[in-house]
């Protein structure tokens, strides 16, 4: 069977699974729409949030990323998943008791006022818009590599995939396509990466090769990994140039935007209680950490065996007879450069540039080096062929990168539609709505949604700076949501005036400086404290701390019903309806 | 709920719901600022495996001790509960 045949069968395989789940999983309430009627299961829905969670850039980027970066990807490792025990500890269990559907529903309800409402909405729509439109331009980018499918085509077949199951299905549908999806995007990371760790370290678990010695040698494998890389002129593995302030400012900027995403905190409010809501987010962790730990072994494995197998090998450029090329090479000594390499040349995410014309490949850092493209998603991608894996695990890999991405997009999509049916509709503008209008509105929202996703993935290579603006997403949920969640739970005192000044503050302080030195000056000596954009939410979280506190302690406290209502959503099974809190909608009570 | 007249100490329940919540975050930030971070340099003299010990934290050891501090978190919090009489 050949390679296309493998890589349809899996794609298309899933792509009806999805389907046929989504056929099963219909709505037929706004409970069940928004929040999945309340009684997932808690570790499906650990599955299901790993699936929101990790997206195409979890997926396949971050390995191949953490390979270049060494020591400095560790940010990236940290910060997506300590922010998992800010929201297990601080958030999601009295968010499940507080029984609502939204995130902008607390901020309103809580703080008692449209406007607040209002600016969480618009932070809510923001951050997902931003993570949407690159999930979008993954589906594109996979189906483009590798079914030969145009760019534009690939996202429409991604579009209606989504379309069917987040329209009919809503919250329902989305969370059992998400625990199909975490089943093959995880069985597709696993697999290559105990073939390549049996080949590096000779120890199948990726996690203790990681720590093992290099097969057959007596020496550590990333202590041979930092020697080889210092040899060739590159930084040494182990260590990094940014700045320890920086990197413990972005590990925060990350790990506290974790906690204050939209599409994260939702998948709590489809447990039954706030106890299952933390078992919840602990076997999501769980689920995440299986991919998160083997991550930064497949990547100093790659990183190591690209040196040792590309590095000072004979270039053959006909590849018509490359077995013979290959072991004539051997026989006078040589090293033939590997044949994943040249396959992989095809797709344009590999080059060379021969330019001292000896044949032979030099990878260094540096102006001599040779390698002149070596794209970061890589390192997850060829994994198979590099472990010389049979053609379906190839086609496997496929289709965990558009389970990835197709996952989290879907999760987006319904931060985006309920912000917009539930938030601004049914909660502002038209608050006598009934629940079957409000569902209809719900669906064609979603429908909407998705198409301007699919718009907007379609541009991102004409705009090319998606990776520049997810640095927007994590600290604008860092800086501006996060802080008034905490101070909504943690502290009775915290009022409307507070609140409204503390989310402005991080919203517009985090925009300007993110825009400011990714798109005015790019200049890293200008950076403020050498904080660079990406780790500066974590600055401004603890101004946007500050300024809602003053704020608050200098108006009036809030009504006593809202105080009576944050007593309650510490208390899990207490929590009762309180006048001006609950007005709007009543609150779902723990079963 | 509570049976008639018995009057759950929600303030007593609270406090120690605090006081069990920072003493985790405090072990959460020293895994990851800590070890991974701040005192990175002086936990690399060390190693496990082959590894340095500092940049094993911030790459793996700190997840494992992120999920061991959530399901601890959800037994001590079952276990505070079934003694303030709370229905969790």
């Known amino acids: ?591 | 709920m509570s049976e008639p007249g018995y009057k759950i100490d929600g303030k007593g329940y609270w406090r120690e719901v605090i006081r069990l919540t920072l003493s985790l975050l405090v072990i959460w930030f020293a895994v990851s600022y800590g070890a991974g971070i701040l005192f990175r340099d002086l936990l690399d003299n060390l190693s496990i495996g082959g590894a340095p010990l500092g940049f094993w934290f911030a790459q793996n050891g700190s997840i494992y001790v992120f999920v061991g501090l959530i399901f601890y978190y959800c037994r001590a919090m079952n276990r505070l509960e079934k003694k303030y009489g709370v229905e969790g």
């Open chain 1, 1 to 591: 069977m050949g390679q296309d045949f493998w890589t349809y069968f899996w794609v298309v395989g899933t792509f009806g699974t999805y389907i046929a789940i989504a056929l099963w999983a219909r709505a037929s309430s706004t409970d069940d729409f928004y929040v999945a009627g309340h009684d997932v299961h808690p570790t499906v829905n650990g599955m299901a949030t790993a699936a929101d969670w990790m997206s195409a850039a979890s997926f396949l980027s971050m390995a191949g990323l953490i390979a270049f970066l060494g020591y400095g990807g560790s940010v990236y490792l940290m910060g997506w998943t300590g922010g998992y025990v800010l929201l297990a500890l601080l958030l999601a269990p009295f968010l499940r008791e507080f029984g609502k559907f939204t995130v902008p529903d607390f901020v309103g309800d809580r703080y008692y006022s449209t406007t607040a409402r209002l600016i969480a909405v618009i932070c809510a729509l923001f951050v997902s818009f931003t993570y949407i439109a690159g999930q979008m331009k993954g589906v594109g980018v996979a189906f483009s590599g590798f079914l030969g499918v145009e760019f534009n085509t690939g996202i429409m077949v991604g579009m209606g995939i989504v379309f069917v199951y987040a329209v009919l299905g809503g919250m329902k549908g989305i969370t059992y396509t998400q625990v199909a999806q975490y089943c093959v995007l995880i069985f597709a990371y696993t697999v290559p990466a105990v073939f390549i760790s049996l080949i590096v370290t000779g120890n199948p678990i990726p996690q203790l090769g990681f720590i093992s010695d290099v097969r057959g040698e007596d020496i550590s494998m990333l202590g041979k990994l930092n020697t080889v890389v210092t040899d060739l002129g590159f930084q040494e593995y182990t260590q990094t140039n940014k700045t320890t302030f920086d990197i413990f400012a972005i590990t925060g900027a990350l790990m506290f935007g974790t906690a204050g995403l939209p599409h994260v905190i939702i998948r709590f409010f489809t447990v039954s209680s706030a106890g299952a809501a933390r078992v919840s987010a602990g076997w999501a962790l769980v689920f995440i950490a299986l991919l998160y730990t083997t991550a930064p072994a497949v990547a100093s494995f790659a990183r190591l065996n690209f040196i040792d197998t590309v590095n000072e090998s004979t270039y053959i450029a006909d590849d018509a007879d490359y077995e013979t090329e290959a072991a004539a090479i051997v026989a006078a000594g040589g090293k033939p450069t590997p044949k994943w390499f040249k396959d992989w040349e095809k797709t344009g995410l590999l080059g060379i540039e021969d330019k001292n014309g000896d044949g032979v490949i030099q990878y260094r850092a540096g102006d001599d080096n040779e390698v002149t493209k070596l794209d970061r998603d890589i390192f997850v991608m060829a994994n198979p062929s590099i472990a010389n894996l049979p053609a379906w695990v190839i086609g496997l890999v496929v289709a965990g990168g558009l389970a990835a991405a197709l996952s989290t997009a879907a999760g987006l999509l319904m931060v985006i539609s309920s912000s917009i049916s539930h938030d601004l509709c049914r909660r502002t503008l038209f608050k006598d709505m009934s629940d079957k209008d409000e569902l209809r509105v719900a669906r064609a929202s979603a429908a909407g949604a998705v198409v301007l996703a699919g718009i907007m993935g379609m541009n991102t290579a004409k705009l090319g700076f998606v990776a520049q603006v997810v640095a927007f997403a994590f600290g604008l949920a860092a800086a501006s949501l996060f802080p008034v969640i905490v101070l909504g739970i943690f502290w009775k005192r915290m009022n409307r005036e507070g609140a409204i000044a503390s989310m402005l503050t991080g919203l517009i302080s985090t925009f300007s400086y993110i825009y400011y030195f990714k798109f005015v000056n790019t200049d890293p000596a200008d950076w403020w404290f050498g904080v660079s954009p990406e780790g500066i939410g974590f600055l401004f979280m603890f101004l946007s701390l500050a300024v809602g506190i003053v704020v608050a302690l200098v108006t009036a406290p809030p009504p006593q019903d809202i105080q009576d209502l944050v007593e309650d959503i510490r208390v899990p099974g207490a929590r009762k309806s309180h006048g001006i809190a609950d007005e709007g909608m009543a609150p779902v009570p723990a079963e």
